[in-house]
Every structure is written in structure tokens, then in C-alpha cells.
């Protein structure tokens, strides 16, 4: 059970969205406090701090993308989760690319919302307090020994390899995108493809089935991501 002390500020300009999303985040022991207008959210962020903030993109005063830019500038450390009818992957990357911590697109399922806030706000308590031993499912990786198993049996990794698995298991259940990941590994801008041929390597050391991979998955167009522990 999500801690009642937990609280979301929900920034829609849609009053049915909004009590959609009131309701139904209610019930599961959220306090919910809500705008409709970047000039309320920034009111409402004025007295006091949520744990998290469910962001539409198409605010009637200012762009949803503009007011998640100002908050990563002002270094606001909020989790960020993009809620928008936008479904482009431009728009997508982009919102990542500033500082979204996911994004999920309308019309929208409550259960896989309530799945990405609850990474979302993890993800955020374990860059706080990172933990030495990451574990899911027969993946095991021991980012103080450096030491990767898979059911028991140590998985011997390249050194780019290795850095490639400990950025995602530094922000397992969260999409990162290719132009972040190649950013954080290689320090310049590269193909994709580059990307993607590690990708593939550490995906043939580490899932039982490549082909359909379990724990590093593809956001199509976007990036990727690391199934994070339930």
C-alpha cells in the first residue's frame, strides 16, 4: 500500500482528467492536489514540494515542455511524469531529453499509470540511497564489486558493456532515451546503430531469450529500458 503521506500534483487543463486522476490515484492512499494552468502549478509549487507531478504537455498559458525545462534548470528534483495526447516521438525524446522521468500517452490505463509513478517515485528513492546490489529475476548486478550474474553464474562483461548495464540499472524502469545514453557512455554524439550493436552484445550475455528480451527492452524510436524490480 502506496504511503498516504505521498503527494501528487497534477497539472491538466482537462477538469475531467483531473478528477479522473484524483479518483482513481485517491484510492490508492495518494493526497492529491491539482491545476489548470502553468500560473497554478507554479502558485501550488510555491507552498509546498510534491513527491511527484503528473505533467499534461498542452497547458492553456504555458507549455508543458517550458515549465519542465525551468524546473530541471531551477533543479527541482521531482519525479516528472508526462501525461499528454501527444504521441509523436519527437515530442516524446524531447520531454524526455529535458528531464521527464516517463511518459504516457492519452487515452491511458490507471493501472499501467499507477505502475509508472510507483517507478517513478523508487526510481528517485534509489538515486537518493543507491543500492549496492541490484536484483531482478536471475539478473543479479553488484555495482560495488562490479560483478554481474545470471542464475547464479558470474557473466563476464567489456568495460563498455559494464558502464552500458550500470547507467540502466542506475535508472531501472525508466526510459532513457539514445542521445542520453550515448551522451552518458561515450561522452559525444554517435549513431544509434553504435548503441545498438551494444545493446544486442549485452542482451546475449544476459536474457534467456535475446530475440524477446525480459529485462533491457526497446522503446521503439525513443530508446531503452530496464525492467525494474516489482
Given at each position: 500500500m502506496t504511503p498516504i503521506a505521498t503527494h501528487i500534483l497534477i497539472i491538466d487543463d482537462e477538469?475531467?482528467?483531473?478528477?479522473?486522476?484524483r479518483t482513481g490515484l485517491q484510492t490508492q492512499g495518494f493526497r492529491i492536489s491539482d491545476a489548470p494552468s502553468a500560473r497554478l502549478a507554479r502558485a501550488a509549487l510555491a507552498e509546498s514540494k510534491p513527491d511527484l507531478i503528473i505533467l499534461d504537455l498542452g497547458l492553456p498559458d504555458t507549455p508543458g515542455l517550458e515549465l519542465l525545462r525551468g524546473w530541471r534548470e531551477q533543479r527541482l528534483d521531482v519525479p516528472v511524469v508526462v501525461l499528454s495526447s501527444r504521441t509523436d516521438e519527437a515530442g516524446i525524446v524531447q520531454a524526455l531529453e529535458l528531464g521527464a522521468d516517463d511518459y504516457v500517452t492519452k487515452p491511458f490505463g490507471m493501472n499501467e499509470l499507477l505502475a509508472r509513478?510507483?517507478?517513478?517515485?523508487?526510481?528517485?528513492l534509489q538515486q537518493q540511497g543507491e543500492r549496492p546490489v541490484f536484483e531482478i529475476g536471475d539478473l543479479t548486478v553488484d555495482l560495488v564489486r562490479r560483478i554481474v550474474?545470471?542464475?547464479g553464474r558470474e557473466v563476464k562483461l567489456s568495460p563498455k558493456e559494464y558502464d552500458l548495464l550500470r547507467l540502466l540499472v542506475q535508472h531501472a524502469g525508466r526510459v532513457l532515451t539514445?542521445?542520453?545514453?550515448?551522451?552518458?557512455?561515450?561522452g559525444d554524439a554517435q549513431d544509434p546503430q553504435y548503441l545498438r550493436v551494444y545493446v544486442?552484445?549485452?542482451r546475449q550475455k544476459?536474457?534467456?531469450?535475446?530475440?524477446?528480451?525480459?529485462?533491457?527492452?526497446?522503446?521503439?524510436?525513443v530508446g531503452y529500458r530496464l525492467q525494474a524490480p516489482e
Open positions: 477538469p475531467a482528467i483531473r478528477k479522473l486522476l509513478i510507483r517507478v517513478a517515485l523508487r526510481h528517485r550474474r545470471v542464475g539514445h542521445h542520453f545514453m550515448l551522451r552518458e557512455i561515450w544486442r552484445q549485452l544476459l536474457e534467456q531469450n535475446p530475440e524477446q528480451p525480459k529485462y533491457i527492452l526497446t522503446e521503439t524510436g
